[in-house]
């Protein structure tokens, strides 16, 4: 089973500042890897698919990047609702997610 | 638009199965497009893929339930389900179902119900 794990696992930020999400996997997953936003209470939502393309209705802020085995989530500059748990999941074999990033307000 | 809604017990004795119905509005469940899927969240805890199915019945499970979890789809009733067996306290969780767009193209997944807790407790 591949693995994913997620750095940090907290990340403290202020509204305006740029957020750096990681996440690595135990083998390469090619470029299928997603992200996902939750926020308590909600389910998750899709922000990313296939490393580095938007869904539909993410803003611009929101960016992917990576392959093989190192995945980067860059949120340019924070507004304040994307304060939340975000996680990185894989579909290359079966499908796992990562345990977690939370982006909590500084 | 199309909305997902789980439904099922909300608490289920040590040793029974967990049965879970999620029932798709706003699209069908007999298109070949997508997979439909549960995931679950232990309270305090992050996302576990349970499995999915497609329109057709083929299945996938994670390779740690694979022995307990069996999913289902009735497209007469537009809904899937998910019958965990043998389950214990560390099956508490939040189950949610999800669609997972593959064609035409590979998506993710894209649309999720609002979760329905179940506990696990005599």
Redesign the interface.
């Known amino acids: 089973?591949i693995v994913l794990t997620q750095s940090p696992a907290t990340l403290s930020l202020s509204p305006g500042e740029r957020a750096t999400l990681s996440c690595r996997a135990s083998q390469s997953v090619s470029s299928?890897l997603?992200w996902?936003q939750?926020k308590p209470g909600q389910?998750?939502?899709?922000l990313i698919?296939?490393a580095s393309n938007r869904?539909?209705g993410i803003p611009a802020r929101f960016s992917g990047s990576g392959s093989g085995t190192d995945f980067t989530l860059t949120i340019s500059s924070l507004e304040p609702e994307d304060f939340a748990v975000y996680?990185c999941?894989q579909?290359i074999s079966?499908?796992?997610?990562?345990?977690?990033t939370k982006v909590e307000i500084k | 638009q199309v909305q997902l809604q789980e439904s099922g017990p909300g608490l289920v004795k040590p040793s029974e199965t967990l049965s879970l119905t999620c029932t798709v509005s706003g699209g069908s469940v007999s298109s070949g497009s997508y997979y439909w899927s549960w995931i679950r969240q232990p309270p305090g805890k992050g996302l576990e893929w349970i499995g999915y199915i497609d329109y057709s019945g083929g299945s996938n499970y994670s390779p740690s339930l694979k022995s307990r979890a069996t999913t289902s789809i009735d497209t007469s009733k537009n809904q899937f389900s998910l019958k965990l067996s043998s389950v214990t306290a560390a099956d508490t969780a939040v189950y949610y179902c999800a669609r997972e767009i593959t064609r035409p193209s590979y998506y993710g997944m894209d649309v999720w119900g609002q979760g329905t807790t179940v506990a696990v407790s005599s």
């Open positions: 089973e299928y997603a996902y939750q389910a998750p939502r899709l698919y296939d869904a539909t996680y999941q579909r079966w499908r796992t997610f990562g345990q977690g």
